[in-house]
């Protein structure tokens, strides 16, 4: 199970985790480490060779249905072969790589989960393989604390330039080992690279591919468990980024970023410098590249026509299941249906209708390159989750999304002070204990994985280091003055940009809509007043970095019990939780709002059980208000806000001086 891990302030000793079986998470680390390869572990190599996939089907709770088929189609030669690119978009890649998920997941015991996985390694395309087995390794019961390595160190080619990939190549030719540096894409006269350390940092990469792991669009209950809020948490994580992105932008003077218009030019381009490991480079689109159909994908009218049921359905307040029957979205449970048919996921109640805007828009962008297959090229970067958000038109795809979002959002009655307040309760200091101030430094992974091995020739050093951002450590102080007996409050914290980029300020309306969410936490509040202090570290929307395959591998050895931190990679990284702010410092408003934890929780016993679910996939997410509340609504008149004494508004400024940490 993945779950985010949160240690409330009042319950931190009731905490406990099971660490890792250390067999299991060195049996994953050596079923994804040198993929392109024969497994490097003799006795998971033996399994892979006498594993019989049919031999016991009283091994597999469906019986060994999906088994049996997956034997069948790579008996009859059906498969990918390997070394061949894979996608996720590509309908034959993904149902290959979900037949063999389909295989794992339905494995009763570690025994049969790892031989499969051993066996259909040494068979199947490795991109699909690679696939299969992260999003086994994530909902599989069996293999709740395994750690899975980064994703980076897995398919390097993935999260690097094909520069470095060449030095790499290099490196491993003439047996010198070698550390590269990567830059990121493109030169200064594209202003948009000012922003390409966000686009295509490796841990923004990480969690958002994750995110769609844990996620996925293709999830059917049939599996085992049901995503709570899949579609709801599908608009927050990407408005997330949009918004994120747009601070990013205003850090380094350019404006919030325009949103994706079917009938307008990509305005644009984007030069991925970015290789497949099989298949070739990445395809490049020049700037202001009209929308052209996408042979055998969709035709540009289609997707207007889509867009236009969708924002129907929202002026409506309600949607049409695939029965006729209508749909009540003019709620706060409305977001989730709406996510389910934006992406679209198998939980949208109606694909027939309102298509799949997000999965389709996805590859109608990545293939403008080469709209009608004249030139052969494999997919691009916008169909791959690991390489998406390194074309800016990602983002300008999610703002089209986002703003979709919001008419709905728009549609709900604002809240009033009496839907916000928690009374007797009041917010009395809100402060940041040292300063909000970012940098760049060196991050260096391993590229050993990304070279081919071959009989005779050693492995040697190599690796790439790449800059990224990163924050001091600062701490919030709220004081809360109770004047009832103890309760449960929920802390929400957020941040906005004050002014946009001609210097005008946001209104509170549009800036509630920009806000980044920083934190949210539990506490208990005794009669009287707490001061809370709430370190950076401890944010629950991030997780810490995953360590390299090299230290999971010796964490393992040494018994596993350091590992489980790690058990959950959905957050973003607890690096990026500030925007980069500037050297005059970028204004922010930041405000916490504190709300009444027991009318907010999902779970019972929340103040002694703090396993807090944030982006996780597995059971019940405990806050049950609407992500993004209470801000996620219209905010027609401001002072409902500024009346509220639970809630606290200050101004703060978040600083980058140029420091850069080699
Ligand atoms: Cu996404």
Request: aromatic content about 12%.
């Amino acid at each position: 199970m993945r779950v985010l891990v949160v240690l409330g302030l009042v319950a931190a000793a009731a905490f406990q985790v099971a660490s890792a079986d250390v067999q299991q998470q060195k049996d994953v680390l050596y079923l994804l480490n040198k993929i392109y390869g024969d497994i490097q572990d003799g006795d998971l190599l033996a399994t892979a060779n006498s594993f019989d996939p049919v031999g016991n089907l009283g091994s597999y709770s469906d019986g060994g249905a999906a088994v049996q088929k997956l034997v069948q189609d790579l008996n009859d030669g059906k498969l990918l072969e390997q070394k061949h690119w894979f996608s996720l978009f590509n309908t034959r890649h993904r149902n290959e790589a979900l037949m063999l998920f389909d295989v794992l997941i339905h494995c009763k015991d570690w025994a049969s989960f790892v031989g499969n996985a051993a066996y259909f390694r040494q068979k199947m395309n490795e991109g699909e393989f690679v696939y299969a087995l992260y999003v086994a390794v994530i909902h599989s019961s069996l293999a709740e604390q395994v750690v899975l390595p980064p994703l980076y160190e897995v398919t390097p080619h993935l999260f690097t330039n094909s520069e470095v990939i060449e030095e790499a190549y290099r490196a491993k030719q003439k047996q010198t080992p070698g550390k590269f540096k990567s830059s990121f894409t493109g030169t200064k006269k594209n202003p948009e690279q000012r922003v390409a350390y966000f686009g295509e940092d490796i841990g923004l990469n990480t969690h958002h591919v994750t995110w769609h792991m844990e996620f996925p669009f293709w999830w059917n209950d049939a599996y085992g468990h049901h995503l709570d809020r899949k579609g709801e948490n599908f608009f927050w994580i990407h408005h997330q980024l949009t918004v994120r992105f747009d601070a990013e932008r205003l850090s380094n003077y350019l404006d919030p970023v325009g949103e994706l218009q079917w009938n307008k030019p990509i305005v644009d381009g984007f030069a991925p410098h970015t290789t497949y490991k099989y298949g070739g480079q990445f395809p490049a689109r020049p700037d202001n590249v009209k929308f052209e159909d996408v042979d055998d994908v969709a035709r540009i009218r289609d997707m207007v026509i889509v867009e236009s049921r969708i924002r129907d359905a929202i002026a409506h307040g309600y949607i049409v299941d695939s029965e006729g029957k209508h749909i009540d979205i003019s709620n706060e449970k409305g977001i989730d249906i709406l996510g389910d048919i934006i992406e679209s996921s198998l939980y949208s109640p109606n694909v027939q209708y309102y298509g799949a805007l997000h999965n389709t828009a996805h590859i109608v962008l990545g293939r403008q390159g080469d709209p009608h297959g004249k030139f052969d090229l494999p997919p691009g970067v916008l169909e791959h989750f690991e390489t998406a958000t390194r074309d800016p038109s990602f983002f300008r795809l999610h703002k089209y999304m986002d703003n979709i979002f919001k008419e709905h959002k728009d549609n709900l009655p604002p809240y009033t002070k009496a839907d916000l307040e928690f009374s007797g309760v009041s917010v009395t200091e809100l402060a940041v204990v040292g300063e909000l101030e970012t940098y760049f430094e060196d991050f260096e992974y391993s590229l050993i994985n990304a070279v081919d091995d071959a009989e005779g020739i050693p492995d040697v050093e190599i690796s790439t280091y790449v800059p990224r951002l990163n924050h001091k450590e600062f701490t919030f102080r709220i004081d809360v003055e109770n004047g009832g007996a103890e309760r449960l409050a929920t802390v929400r914290i957020f941040a906005w940009p004050h002014k946009d980029n001609n210097g005008i300020e946001y209104t509170f309306d549009e800036g509630r809509w920009n806000a980044i969410e920083l934190d949210k936490f539990w506490v208990s509040l005794k009669g009287g007043k707490t001061s809370i202090e709430r370190k950076s570290t401890e944010s629950s929307v991030t997780v810490p970095d995953v360590p390299s395959i090299h230290d999971l591998f010796a964490e393992a050895e040494a018994g596993g019990a350091g590992l489980a931190k790690f058990e959950s990679a959905t957050g973003l990284p607890n690096r990026f939780l500030l925007p980069k702010g500037n050297d005059r410092g970028l204004e922010f408003d930041l405000v916490v709002a504190v709300t009444d934890g027991d009318a907010d929780s999902a779970v019972p016993n929340l103040h002694e059980n703090t396993e807090y679910n944030h982006y996780g996939s597995h059971g019940v997410y405990p806050d049950k208000r609407p992500h993004g509340y209470p801000l996620d609504r219209k905010v027609p008149d401001e002072r409902v806000f500024e009346d509220l004494p639970n809630f606290k508004h200050i101004q703060v400024k978040v600083f980058n001086h140029g420091e850069h940490i080699h």
